[in-house]
């Protein structure tokens, strides 16, 4: 049974009720049993049990969950499908030895001329030094992501280590994050912007190790566990810390004690580590005043999507809204399902690209049918998920970070 | 195992990616709500009607019987695969055909799951009243296999009652459209009656219209407390007696009234015996009136606590306990059975005394939430599904509380439908007259027990 | 043949059996042997089964009996099975036997303050057994569902003899194939239904009427429409073209008649609603009827209107959607020429049912088409038939065929029953 021992008596306790159905995005796209919370859970138990083997379709089964925690918020036993998979995750991973996915994903690719040159076009230019950090699954990861930007220079590189204002009140790191750092560099400067502007003293250290949650979720604890401790070492030494990431800022505020349970001596650290980082609203609304400086001549409709590691990993839903209407002129309007996944989910994207662009295009179409001239949210992964979902359907609608949303009303 | 020329040719019939026959699919649909197992030897996802036909005809040549299945959310064992048979899989034919508001009509395909035609309606300020608690997973396809209802039914009816027709593919490979439009259009016998409830036994169901209305313009949500279940089936009566037909009249008993406490903390009261949650809909005019009648009812039954929600917030917070009835007892043992008999409204509460008894007899922890409007209960035993004791337990006390329905001049099935799991106990409530009525149904559609052999009657 | 006639005496008592002056209890042309008056369950399996096992055919009805078919065979007249069972308040349900009366029972029934919606054309002579085995859609069904919904139970004798019982008082009831609800509309081919347990509601606890003179059926059906935009849905909402309106009151248009039945706001809210918009679609005359008497005289006489309506041989029913009929009224014109002038036209607002005086041999296929064209057809086996046609779909409607005619044999082996009714 191995780490499946772990949670059995979690597996057990799903009473195969179904109303994970309506509550997963994968079902409703794909409609097969195994494909809803339900059947993967029946499946990893199924496993647990000797009466299936790990094959390909079975991984395929673990590694196709969003992980977006619907399931949880819908079971009425309160059986929560997203760790369970995680389990399973991690018992593929220590089942198979090293990489399943890449195996599966060359072989996949390989099939695909257009991913795979694609692939390799992209590889070649500056993703590369992103998709590097992650361990064994890299280069795949941003093939959805069409006209991807990538920095030259990465953005910790552009500013100076420490982003001084002439009275601080407060002083913060900035964890930037691989996605901001490298591809979405513009709104890493709108919350430096944001945060000076409010006469916080913004350290951006040299030194920006992946938060670890891509091998987490993959069930490689081992790397996510060095690349959490590098993360603290690096950022511990500060009172606060600000990521604008929504999967980082659920690695570092949350998950890494889950990561980190089992270590007695190292976890008191980890949550230290944790009470000190925020989520970059959640900073901004609790910490600042930034509300009475905004200004804005245009007026425009403005919509937010939640994403999973905000919403459900660590219930931030107020913040951000709170911030995008305080915007004077600003006309905020709730979209259908803002709170659904948007299909980016780490790697389902690259290979499940078909059910993922199928839910992408469902987040492209809420926005839309919202009447929202700008979608803003808290997560680079979402930002250029949902981008290309609105091009595909011929969208105008422009993506932004709040951060962006809030720089641009703060005048130099 | 089905041969590589059969799989051919179902892939040639409805696409690659909608046949399975993958290791995990056989597990995954091996299942369904109840805690029996199925041996199938494929899976297939038709997409149209004439795929419907296709598959039909070419499984009736080859001598296989096909299980039709929705979500899978039934706890009769309705959708347990026979074995050797191939399920079919509607959860891909769920398109939302025609939505014509002001003739109340829409039409749908069989895979549409309730909720999502609930949401496209809400935009227009309609709905599709049969609302089952399974509807946020469960499929048109399913609620018609099953005859659901739901809390709102005693009011406004089951799905039976909200069907004007439906296209079907009979055993035969052909298609029918039986009903129409409108309530008026069934040449003689009304097919779509029979076929509302049928369990997928005797034709396929690949389209139906269905009767959506306007949201009533205004509901008033109510809570009452009560000493004990008695009181509460009490006030049950008496509203009705006063001309109120209330939409919902949901009933908890004390342990579910625990349990949902130990969930969510929903602020009812530990001690009481029972807590009923009404709620009267219409024109905003008549509703203080209603209100004012059932407060009067609740206080003559001895309510210890008789509330009227005044903002949505306070609504959802009087619905937050029952939402989670079911699953909150997962604390107490990790399974449940759930039961679905029904008796007349004036024998509930022999029922609840009867379900007393059950508990005593078998050595079972039951909770009790009901449509107690209709007199539709729904015991919940507590098992653990690895206590082959507990099990045995539990199927025992099942077959009692069956008994005891019909006993009281009600039925086994209220909702659930029969599957496999109530099978056994049919002859009981119909004899052997009612029996055979049953095999002629089946007979003159499926001679060669075709479609969903094994559940509901044997031929 | 005597032997049988003998044996059914022996069971029935000679009193209740006639053989000689039987065109009272008959319609149509052909002679049955005998007219049977049965007053008991155990009565009717004994007809049934003598029948059976002499091959005789069978027909029943409640007052008079359909012939076609039934030379020589057995006319089964309930009408001595009248009695109410039981009323059970608490349940709203009551047990009827199939004899009973619909108009007695209604009326016993409102002393109750209970209310038994559904109501055949023929109100006054029908019987509750052959309201179910028709079991029709009417003007209330928008509201209160069609008339099968109100049966719960039966117990009725099988072609072959045997009791059969099926039902609960609970409305909820999945068990088996629904047997309960398959029955409305078998029209006698599944047996004899000898009991019937309905479910009632609470009587209404107000009811209000609106009548008005309206120019034409045209702007009634507007008016119609606009009523229903308001998100108001009266018991009925019908009208009645100028020769038939007058026969409940001299009007110089059409009679657009409408019942609001529920509780005292809404009531009064509607109909003030209703009348305004009947006024805006320029009626010379509106009347809102608060008064009992004069209420219920008011739909006694629409019930004797009905009456008549259905008497009418050369008539089409036809629906389409509700938001259709003005444009379904526009173009029956163009069929059957002036509808204001035409002997007879009903308008069912709320069921989008028309019915037109003409002849059906003449026209039903052209109005059949139109109606298609509305997303409705013509109604009953007519209809099933013209729309099969219209489709070209000779084998959808042989494979219904074969369905109804292969459940009919299942349940009727011999053919014994209901003779005149071809599937
Ligand atoms: C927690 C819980 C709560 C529930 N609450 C309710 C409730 O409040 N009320 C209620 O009535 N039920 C309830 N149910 C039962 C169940 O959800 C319903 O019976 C539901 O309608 C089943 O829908 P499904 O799509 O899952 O159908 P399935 O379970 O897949 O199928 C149900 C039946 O329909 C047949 N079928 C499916 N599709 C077709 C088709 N296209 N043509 C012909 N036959 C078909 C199947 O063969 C099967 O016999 C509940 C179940 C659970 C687990
Ligand atoms: C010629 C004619 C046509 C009609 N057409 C319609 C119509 O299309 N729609 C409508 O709503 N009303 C119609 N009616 C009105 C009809 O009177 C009502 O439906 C009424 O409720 C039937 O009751 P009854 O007792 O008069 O039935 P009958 O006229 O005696 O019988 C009607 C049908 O029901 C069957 N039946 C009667 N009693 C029993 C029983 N106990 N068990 C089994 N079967 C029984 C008969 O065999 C017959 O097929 C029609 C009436 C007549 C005379």
Known sequence: ?412 | MLSQSVITKLKSICGEKDVITSKIGMYAYGYDGTMLEGSHVGIVFPESTQEVVDLVNFCREQGIAIVPRGAGTNVSGGTLPSDGSIVMNFARMKKLLEIDLENYVAIVEPGVVNWDIQETLAKYGYYYPPDPASWKASTLGGNLGESSGGPKCFKYGVTRDFIYGLEVVLPTGKVIWVGGRDFSSEPMYDLTRILVGSEGTIGFITKAAIRIQPIPEAKRTMLAIFNTPEDASQAVADIVSAGIIPTTLEMMDNLIINTTEDHCGAGNPRDAGALLIIEVDGHPGDLEAQVETIGEVAKKANSKDFKVATSAAEVDKIWLARRVAFGSVARVKPNYGVNDITVPRSNFPKAIAAIEKVKKDFGVTIGTVAHAGDGNLHPLILFDQRNKDEVDSLHAAEMELCRIAIDLEGTISGEHGIGILKKALLPKEFGPVGMDVFKKVKRSFDPQNQFNPGKLIDL | MSDIIAKIKGIVGDANVVTADMPQYLKGNEQPAAVVFPGSTEDVVGIVKAAYDADVKVNVGGNVVETKGLSGGIAVVMSRMNQIEEVDPENLTCWVQAGMNHQEFVEKLSEKKLNFPPEPYAVSTSSIGGCFSIGDVDSKAFNYLPTRTFILAYESVLPTGEVYKVGTKCIKCVSGYDMIHFIAGSRATFGILTRVLVKLLPAPQAAKAVVADVPSLAAAAKAFKAIQKRKVFPTRLNALNKALGNEVMETSGCLVLVDIEGFPVSTAQYAKEVEAELKIAGASFTKVIEDKAEYDELWSKWLKVREKINLEENKVKFTVGPAKVVNALGSLSGIVSNIEENPGVLVEGLNGKITVFTDPDANAAAINNMAMGLGGNVSGLLGSQLRCKAYNDNEMLEEISRVLNSIRSEFDPKGIMAPGIKL
Request: glycine content about 6%; some cysteine; proline content about 4%.
């Open chain 1, 1 to 412: 049974m191995g780490v499946l021992a772990e949670v059995y008596e979690k597996l057990n306790t799903c009473g195969k009720c179904g109303f994970c159905h309506g509550a997963c995005k994968t079902y409703k796209k794909d409609g097969a049993e195994y494909m809803v919370a339900r059947g993967r859970v029946q499946l990893i138990k199924a496993l647990a049990d000797n009466k299936i083997d790990a094959d390909s379709d079975y991984e395929d089964v673990v590694n196709s969950c969003l992980l977006c925690g619907e399931c949880a918020v819908a079971c009425p036993s309160g059986v929560k499908g997203h760790e369970l998979v995680l389990a399973a995750r991690r018992d593929l991973k220590l089942r198979k030895g090293t990489k399943p996915f890449a195996k599966s994903l060359v072989l996949k690719s390989l099939t695909k001329p257009g991913r795979l040159s694609f692939g390799f076009s992209f590889f070649a230019g500056p993703g590369k030094k992103i998709l590097k950090m992650i361990d064994g699954v890299q280069f795949v990861r941003g093939i959805d992501v069409l006209s991807m930007p990538a920095a030259k220079t990465p953005f910790s590189k552009q500013v100076p280590e420490v982003i001084t204002v002439a009275n601080p009140k407060k002083k913060v790191a900035f964890y930037v994050g691989c996605f901001l750092n490298h591809s979405l560099v513009d709104s890493a400067h709108s919350v430096v912007k944001v945060l000076t502007k409010n006469d916080v003293e913004v350290t951006v250290p040299r030194e920006q190790p992946c938060c670890g949650l891509p091998q987490y979720v993959y069930g490689d604890f081992e790397s996510a566990k060095a690349q959490g401790k590098k993360v603290i070492n690096e950022f511990g030494k500060y009172d606060a810390v600000i990521t604008a990431c929504a999967s980082c800022a659920s690695m570092l505020k949350k998950e890494m004690s889950e990561l980190f349970h089992d270590d007695e001596d190292y976890l008191p650290k980890v949550k230290e580590f944790s009470e000190k980082c925020f989520e970059f609203s959640e900073y901004v609304s609790k910490e600042l005043d930034t509300t009475s400086k905004l200004k804005n001549d245009t007026p425009t409709i403005v919509t937010y999507h939640d994403p999973c590691h905000m919403v459900r990993y660590n219930k931030i839903t107020e913040e951000p809204r709170n911030l995008l209407k305080s915007v004077p002129r600003n006309k905020y309007v709730e979209m259908f399902e803002a709170n659904r996944c948007c299909g980016a989910a780490g790697l389902v994207q690259a290979f499940y690209h078909d059910l993922s662009s199928m839910i992408t295009a469902d987040k492209a179409q809420n926005i839309m049918d919202s009447g929202a001239e700008v979608i803003a949210t808290s997560c680079p992964a979402c930002m250029l998920k949902i981008s290309s979902g609105l091009k595909l359907k011929g969208s105008k609608v422009e993506v932004k970070h709040v951060a962006d949303i809030l720089a641009s009303s703060l005048r130099d």
